[in-house]
């Protein structure tokens, strides 16, 4: 494992430890045999009742296929253990995990989160899709082989329920609860290492995390509370300050159940007057917002009085979807404004940023149809956390929400499931390694939370200790699963990275990634013929055109001004 690294540069440490060649290793004992077999409670580090392999079994090997339009990578052997962890409460579910172990194994494990509100195992844990999947969003490279491929085991669970969907009853229950914020990402991790230990003899040797959107959020958990446990992880679209997020979506529906709804057929009217003010701030008007900062400020309520005055509707009123009424304009202005809280959440956060701007034109503000002041508006995850997990009422009428009337339960849920802790001292001094990638146009989560995350973890460590642990990168202009287009001719902007290459390079070989790695648009298909390319910048710079061929990243600088 790593244990320093230089800033930006492809150096390594001079007492960096190689373990990029550790050899593989074969079981000790069946794979078949793990069946019905235990692991006791005394092997989990967080209070459970122990845990049951349920299914074991080898997995024969498989070529590469094309499916559905896409390649499917070859897979080794490997070993498939699927186990449960029973809770302490017996009203509690148990947690439902699964173990892929390749018969010729590199001794490295990656730990993989889940997505929405879980309730299932990750389906990345062999197989992983360039159009989604629970890694890294959208983003991985259709040319890149899997992990298990290379030799890593891949395991994940389900949180502790088993309700993909959003009724979220079993947040009702205090232990759920706890295992869906950040105890079960703990216990999953330590029967998953007893299960190997029991196959091959030896607990793993290198050890990562690595998730998008609600797995983001555990990404971000595990560095922040269980950071003994992980030398690399990759938080992508991670919903950092989650309970501010989903108190901030249910305010925003909230105003929307009057004349402030905003009709889907606006969203076009919206996007094009954005794009108008923004899109030549990067040096190429190619409809894609590439300096998201300065563009978020020109929409920002605190900076900018009237940033929608040349599609206001006359007289403010309501005259359809050629322009905007006045109580439109106060929820879009909601939108891009902070919440304040007028208290303090966990670790001293006192208030929510204000999303930014650049997918007007996809169902941004997710509330149609339009609900009436007595109906719920359809909140889907968002209204399940809160009514579920933080308020604990689900006959709560949510429209009637207010934060001054919930500050006890928010401050109790913030302490479990928010991750805004700056502290990561003991990361560090394991010499763990982080990669974070946001979308600037992220509805979904908020990048801005994450940026002022990183904001606060430099102010406390100082960026030259930052840069030895920590890349935040940023997709201009890209959506929530990290892909993105151009609002004028609608070609897909570069979005493949291999952050799980770029992350077991930092660990196992000392290489820092880059400060501008290079994003691809390519075909998904053999030769994986490459369209465009751009540079992906870390926070706060951009990437700028600077002249010759726009869809070559050398014609592109990451710049701040």
Known sequence: MATACGGGSNTSAPTFADTSTLPHRSPTSSCAGLGGTSVAASSIGLPTSGATITSAKVIASAPETVVNGGVRHALPEYCQIIGAIQPVDAGAPPIQFQVNVPTRWNQKTIQVGGGGLNGSIPNSLSVIAAAGGSLNGS????????????????????????????????????????????????????????????????????SYFMGQSQGGREAMEVAQRYPEDYDGVVATSPLVGYVSHVVHKTLLAAVQTGPGWIPPGKGALVASEVMRQCDALDGLGDGVIGNYLACSALFEPAR????????????????????????????????????????????????????????ENSGWLRTSPQPSQAVQPALGQPGAT????????????????????????????????DTTNPDLSRFFARGGRLIVKVQSSDYSSNPRSTMNY???????????QVDKHVRLYVLPNGNHGGSGQSLTTGEPIPQYIDTVGMATDWVEKGISPPDAPVLKNQHSL????????????RYPAYPRYFGGDTKIADSYRCATD
């Open 526 to 537: 053999p030769p994986y013929t490459t369209v465009a390319t751009k540079p992906m910048c």
């Open 454 to 464: 990183y904001d606060a973890v430099v102010a406390r460590f100082g960026q030259a």
């Open 139 to 206: 983003a991985f490279p259709p040319d890149t082989p899997y992990p298990m491929s290379n030799g890593y085991a891949m395991f994940g669970g389900d949180s502790g329920h088993q309700d993909p969907g959003t009724s979220a009853t079993w947040a009702l229950n205090d232990e759920a609860w706890q295992n869906f914020g950040h105890a079960s990402l703990k216990k999953t991790h330590d029967a998953a290492f007893a299960v190997i230990q029991s196959l091959y003899g030896q607990k793993p040797r290198v």
């Open 386 to 417: 809160v009514s579920y997990g933080i308020i604990k009422d689900p006959t709560f009428n949510l429209v009637n929400f207010s934060i001054a009337a919930f500050a006890d339960r928010l401050k109790a849920a913030s302490a479990i499931i």
């Open 304 to 359: 900018a009085a009237q940033p929608f005055t040349a599609i206001r509707c006359a007289n403010g009123a309501d005259l359809g979807d050629s322009c905007l009424s006045d109580a439109q304009i106060t929820t879009i202005r909601q939108m891009h404004a902070p919440t304040s809280y007028g208290f303090a959440l966990a670790n001293g956060w006192t208030s929510f940023p204000g999303y930014g701007v650049g997918q």
